[in-house]
């Protein structure tokens, strides 16, 4: 499985990206796909995911401005984020876990948020 991930970049405080990632590969399903970030100093944490069901999981400080979604294939996913602020910065990894609990990361995509 691979995972090509794009969109990030810089941005200004308030600002909004949008991520994408999209899955090639043999794929055991079902499978849940999710962004995760890596900020300086920091271990990488969930950011948020979407199940099989399409049910969504965000990271507290993120709700109400991320925004994950897929695409009817289960293949692809994006993350729209608005209202950026400066702790958003980092490495924005996608990752796939499949039904056997196998994960796959993506090759990681920067964003920098600062004035």
């Known amino acids: 499985v691979q995972l090509k991930a794009s969109g990030g970049g810089l941005v200004q405080p308030g600002g909004s990206l949008r991520l994408s990632c999209t899955a090639s590969g043999s794929i055991i399903s079902p499978h849940v796909m999710g962004w995760y970030r890596q900020s300086p100093g920091k271990q990488r944490e969930l950011v948020a995911s979407i199940g099989w069901q399409g049910s969504t999981n965000y990271t507290d400080s993120v709700k109400g401005r991320f925004t994950i979604s897929r695409a009817n294939t289960r293949k692809a996913v994006w993350l729209q984020m608005n209202s950026l602020r400066p702790e958003g910065t980092g490495v924005y990894y996608c990752?796939?876990?499949?039904?056997?609990?196998?994960?796959?990361w993506g090759q990681g995509t920067q964003v920098t948020v600062s004035s």
């Open positions: 990752h796939l876990k499949n039904r056997l609990g196998t994960s796959y």
